[in-house]
């Protein structure tokens, strides 16, 4: 999410909603958003998570739910099977893009 005002306020004037959660108190570092039309309906899908700072939101099209997630888990932070089953909802479509900091360990 910027702070700049000069895009906050262009993305207001273009009709555009700006969804975000909440940090986690984890460190300074910036959250997560995704930017949406506001003509899109959508909700937002995702609980807090530990150790991952995520956004989701759920659109229909066609018929079916998709969920779009924005996420980023520092390179301090484990990323655990539990977080990893809150990211991939198994009832929907989804798509996850961010930074993940996962290293290949082989």
Not at 44 to 60: D, E, F, R, W
Request: charged letters at 15%; aromatic letters at 4%; one cysteine or more.
């Amino acid at each position: 999410m910027t702070t700049a005002p000069h895009l906050q306020s262009h993305i207001l004037e273009c009709k555009w909603n700006v969804e975000t959660t909440k940090k986690l108190n984890m460190s300074t570092e910036g959250g997560t958003a995704i930017i949406i039309k506001r003509t899109i309906h959508h909700r937002i899908t995702l609980s807090p998570l530990n150790h991952i700072k995520a956004t989701a939101i759920s659109v229909l099209t066609g018929g079916t739910h998709i969920i779009f997630t924005a996420a980023y888990k520092p390179p301090q932070n484990p990323i655990t099977n539990e977080n990893l089953d809150q990211l991939i909802d198994h009832q929907s479509h989804f798509l996850i893009a961010g930074d993940l900091n996962s290293k290949h360990t082989d």
